[in-house]
């Protein structure tokens, strides 16, 4: 291996170590430990440092083909070192300052989405029921009155025939009406037979 290219992958190394490092504050911060169950905890530990060995073998394959030297080891903890002595505050600063500012945006986004899609859809959704209920109502109120209208003119039309039979049932024979009262009396109860059958069989 050629000088140039150690110095290449030495440099790399110590960038992949910063970066290593930036990545961990960045897991830290957007993955909170303190509220997970232990076993997600776990998990997604192990996950993150492999996804970190990959990057660095990556890096490591562009710069050098994949070769593994001891030095390697000690650039990435150099990087690592550099990155928490120099960059660490102003990095987890600029951190906190990016995830407050993708809150903020998300929230007003939330804000939006509700006050614009949201809150007039709910707008036409209760005038609607109120016009469908207003209107319904208004039906209801003008058949009351159509029947009540309807009821005293039939009333009115046929209060002659009503008093004409009301007289002729008066001058009509006594023998005569108690034969019709017997027919509907036996009428009714041959019904209530057929009905209570009906009613068993369901």
């Not at 776990?42 to 890096?59: E, G, M, N, P, R």
Request: hydrophobic content about 55%; overall charge positive.
């Amino acid at each position: 291996m050629s000088l140039h290219i150690q110095f290449t992958t030495l440099l790399a190394m110590i960038g992949t170590g910063v970066v290593i490092g930036a990545c961990f504050d960045t897991y830290a911060h957007i993955f909170d430990r303190s509220k997970r169950h232990r076993l997600i905890v776990w998990i997604v530990d192990i996950l993150f440092w492999v996804v970190q060995a990959l990057y660095a073998f990556y890096t490591l394959l562009l710069v050098n083909n994949g070769e593994i030297r001891f030095y390697i080891f000690l650039a990435i903890l150099c990087g690592y070192a550099t990155y928490r002595a120099l960059f660490q505050h102003v990095y987890v600063r600029l951190l906190q300052w990016i995830i407050r500012i993708i809150v903020s945006l998300y929230r007003l986004f939330v804000r939006l989405f509700y006050y614009v899609i949201i809150f007039p859809l709910r707008l036409l959704y209760r005038f609607f029921v109120f016009l469908l209920f207003t209107t319904c109502h208004f039906i209801l109120s003008i058949g009351k009155i159509l029947y009540k209208a309807i009821y005293v003119c039939v009333l009115f039309i046929l209060q002659p025939f009503m008093s004409l039979g009301h007289f002729v049932w008066k001058k009509t024979p006594l023998r005569f009406q108690a034969a019709i009262g017997h027919f509907f009396h036996v009428g009714k109860g041959f019904y209530m037979k057929v009905a209570n059958m009906f009613r068993k069989k369901v």
